[in-house]
């Protein structure tokens, strides 16, 4: 997986865009923006990504959803956004330009395929006529928005930054490990919850975004040892180490006759001046009578 996204690298390398988060921040502030309009002037029911209405013309959606915020207005709102654009940016320092922006795009992309994948199972396995098709998707198309993908990025921090201590809720010193550890288990529960629900939005919109972060942790090289290659290496490697029989030392001194069995933290040099393999502990080394 690293050398594939390498290889993509150096191809595409010069096509990423620095500072991916702080035009995303613009683009949910511009969302927050439409959100103020009259309560009779519905600008988000326009922004959502609809497969149905996709499917009917309004190709727009495919790009206008990352508009919708994944927060709420609210007093909270500068703090939280502050809090994503310090998130967004030590990742694409840690991972670099490219792999960040591969990152969320690909989150992007698996959203949209996951709304479609939606569409089709409310399609063929529900069996449902195309008003009700509509309308389900209208109410519902809200699912597939940004919030998940900045989860995933937050989680990505986690297993990047375990130990960093931040402060949740604004004064409560937690490390990044534990946060990301209950984090994850919310977003197993609530897609646990959606199949149960039968609500098939929530839970694609998740597992799309859970396979992105899967990804994210098999470019990292952190899975490598179960390449079938990495692991024919270590068997053969086993098969090639001779094992020294019971009662065979590497090392004994040639005076007192110790060896690192009797003690571990002994040190064993071999003298230059001996005529001769002639093996010493630190504590005869430099005290013996050199052979000749």
């Known amino acids: 997986m690293d050398r594939l996204v390498q290889k993509m690298e150096r ?40 497969p149905y209405m996709i499917l009917h013309g309004q190709v727009w959606r495919l790009i206008t959803w990352i508009l919708i915020p994944p927060v709420n207005f609210n007093f909270l709102v500068i703090i939280t956004l502050l809090f994503y654009y310090y998130v967004g940016n030590t990742m694409e320092r840690t991972l670099g330009t490219f792999r960040y922006n591969l990152f969320i795009f690909t989150g992007m992309l698996l959203m949209i395929v996951a709304s479609f994948v939606t569409l089709f199972v409310y ?28 989860m995933m990025v937050f989680l990505s921090f986690a ?13 409560i010193p937690l490390k990044v490990k534990w946060l990301g550890i209950f984090y994850g288990a919310v977003l197993a529960f609530n897609a646990f919850n959606a199949v149960r629900g039968s609500n098939y939005f929530l839970f694609f919109a ?49 005076i007192c006759g110790r060896s690192e069995e009797d003690d571990p933290n002994l040190e064993f040099r071999f003298c230059s001046k001996c005529n001769g393999n002639y093996e010493y502990c630190q504590d005869h080394l430099f005290t013996h009578e050199h052979k000749k």
Do not use: W
């Not at 069996?127 to 809200?142: A, F, K, Q």
């Not at 297993?159 to 004064?171: A, E, N």
């Not at 079938?228 to 009662?247: D, H, L, M, T």
């Open 11 to 50: 191809k595409f390398g010069r096509y990423a865009i620095p500072n991916l988060t702080k035009y995303i921040i613009g683009l949910y502030i511009v969302g927050m923006i439409l959100q103020l309009a009259p309560a009779n002037v519905n600008f988000s029911g326009f922004l959502t990504l609809d």
């Open 123 to 150: 399609k063929t396995v529900f069996n449902l006529t195309p008003e009700g098709l509509s309308v389900l998707m209208n109410v519902n198309s809200i699912s597939f928005s940004t919030y998940y993908i900045q």
């Open 206 to 254: 998740i597992l799309s975004q859970a396979l992105n972060l899967l990804l994210f942790y098999l470019s990292l090289g952190k899975m490598s040892h179960l390449r079938p290659s990495e692991v024919k290496r270590r068997a053969e490697f086993k098969r090639n180490v001779q094992i020294r029989p019971k009662g065979i030392t590497r090392h004994k001194c040639a």
């Open 159 to 171: 297993i990047c930054y375990p130990d960093m201590t931040v402060l949740f809720m604004l004064f």
